[in-house]
């Protein structure tokens, strides 16, 4: 029973303050004229499309180029970082390296 009264009082309409004009639906534009007549003044009126409208603009390279992903975090007042590095063995093989740096003030 309570569910119903709860469900029935939510389809009554609220009375409440107007909106504000910037929120008011827009009335619609006048009718435009249609491309290729005339209009008031006797100009043709011709209609187009920028070629690039639906395009995006292009980011900005500096802005938001990829930036390096650094996995840092503070245990207590010990400052600690994971890093990859590679190296070069003395006979020329590659080897990868997993560091932990550990800060501390002191």
Do not use: N
């Not at 491309?35 to 100009?43: F, I, N, Y």
């Amino acid at each position: 029973m309570r569910l119903a009264v709860m469900m029935a009082l939510q389809s009554l309409p609220v009375a409440g303050p107007p909106l504000p004009a910037d929120m008011r639906p827009v009335a619609p534009a006048t009718a435009a004229v249609p491309c290729g007549t005339e209009d008031a003044r006797g100009d043709i009126v011709v209609c187009g499309r920028d070629r690039t409208a639906d395009r995006l603009p292009r980011l900005d390279p500096t802005r938001y180029a990829e930036r390096p992903i650094r996995a840092r975090t503070t245990i207590g007042t010990v400052d600690m970082a994971a890093q990859a590095e590679q190296g070069t063995m003395p006979d020329g093989k590659s080897a990868p390296r997993a560091m932990l740096h550990f800060k501390t003030k002191f």
